[in-house]
């Protein structure tokens, strides 16, 4: 998902394009939860290298266990990471039935992709479970300024 498609029509991916003309990360969640090919849809910024695939498969091991639940299919519409204080809301699986809460926040111009969690079935992953996966929680570097880049290019492979 991107504003600006023409700068990958050379790649071999599919490519969606924001929907909302606003520059924010809820804008390509919706835009990718609008054209994903299932209900379901794991989020992941282009700047996070890291993301350990332990931590994928636990939080689809989550959105399984609550497909098997009583009361399925759509008993959890997002699973996301939450430690200090804070969600990781770009490393996160997201059902369709986020979209028409998504589109009334974009409408008010609200960008903070978690004000929207109120409304929906919500999810959250302890630290303690997140770093049964991934123990430095590395997942959650970003690489966005040249500071992360000589950090990153600093590490030393999975720890």
């Given at each position: ?17 924001d ?26 910024p ?66 903070k992709i ?26 959650f ?19």
């Open positions: 998902v991107t504003r600006a498609p023409g700068l990958y029509q050379e790649s071999s991916v599919k490519v969606i394009e929907i909302f003309e606003a520059r924010s990360s809820l804008t390509g969640v919706h835009a990718g939860l609008t054209h994903a090919g299932s209900n379901y849809a794991f989020v992941i282009c700047d996070a290298p890291f993301i350990r695939p332990a931590l994928i498969r636990l939080m689809l091991s989550e959105l399984d266990a609550s497909l098997a639940s009583p009361g399925s299919p759509a008993s959890i519409d997002v699973i996301v990471p939450f430690h200090d204080g804070r969600y990781e809301p770009l490393c996160a699986i997201y059902s369709k039935n986020c979209i028409d809460p998504i589109e009334d926040q974009l409408k008010r111009k609200n960008y978690y004000h929207f969690f109120d409304q929906i079935r919500l999810k959250t992953l302890s630290a303690e479970r997140i770093k049964s996966a991934d123990p430095d929680m590395r997942s570097f970003n690489v966005n300024t040249p500071e992360a880049y000589q950090r990153c290019r600093e590490f030393r492979g999975p720890s």
